[in-house]
């Protein structure tokens, strides 16, 4: 079985936006991992994040929304995601945001989360390991 990849809401907006060094990190990532999700939340908060910090113009975070949706396996959050994230809130005391893109990532069993705001290494429930893909050896 292949390692499946999650990637969290910033690695979206680095992609898309004026940090070159970032952006290109994420590409290298993009261009390597053979099957990436993220989540309606994910794309639903990189609409917001982007047009809130004036990163694009709203037609334009949109017109990205409508890409990655073509290019990724996107993962509607649904009941049993819900409930999941319920679970890692109170196990792991993570925000119910985070909790929701770590119980997607689960339910759909990703090797990996690609996000800068978790715990670079932290593995969940033995088989999800969080990497920070700008921390370098």
């Given at each position: 079985?292949?390692?499946?990849?999650?990637?969290?809401?910033?690695?979206?907006?680095?992609?898309?936006?004026?940090?070159l060094?970032?952006?290109?990190?994420?590409?290298?990532?993009?261009?390597a991992?053979a099957?990436?999700?993220?989540?309606?939340?994910?794309i639903?908060?990189?609409?917001a994040v982007?047009?809130r910090?004036?990163?694009?113009?709203?037609d334009e975070a949109?017109?990205?929304?409508?890409?990655?949706?073509?290019l990724?396996?996107?993962?509607?959050l649904?009941?049993?995601?819900?409930?999941?994230s319920?679970d890692l809130?109170?196990?792991?005391?993570?925000s119910?945001?985070?909790?929701?893109?770590?119980?997607a990532a689960?339910e759909h069993?990703?090797?990996?989360?690609?996000?800068?705001d978790?715990?670079h290494?932290?593995?969940?429930?033995?088989?999800?390991t969080?990497?920070?893909?700008?921390?370098f050896p």
């Amino acid at each position: 079985m292949s390692a499946k990849f999650f990637l969290d809401t910033n690695l979206l907006i680095y992609y898309t936006a004026d940090n070159l060094e970032k952006k290109k990190r994420v590409h290298d990532l993009l261009l390597a991992s053979a099957t990436i999700f993220i989540s309606t939340q994910v794309i639903n908060e990189f609409v917001a994040v982007t047009v809130r910090k004036r990163i694009h113009a709203r037609d334009e975070a949109i017109r990205y929304a409508l890409e990655f949706m073509e290019l990724f396996t996107v993962i509607p959050l649904d009941v049993p995601i819900v409930r999941r994230s319920f679970d890692l809130m109170g196990k792991h005391g993570f925000s119910n945001w985070d909790s929701l893109i770590l119980a997607a990532a689960l339910e759909h069993s990703c090797t990996f989360l690609y996000s800068e705001d978790l715990q670079h290494g932290q593995v969940i429930d033995r088989r999800l390991t969080i990497i920070n893909p700008f921390i370098f050896p």
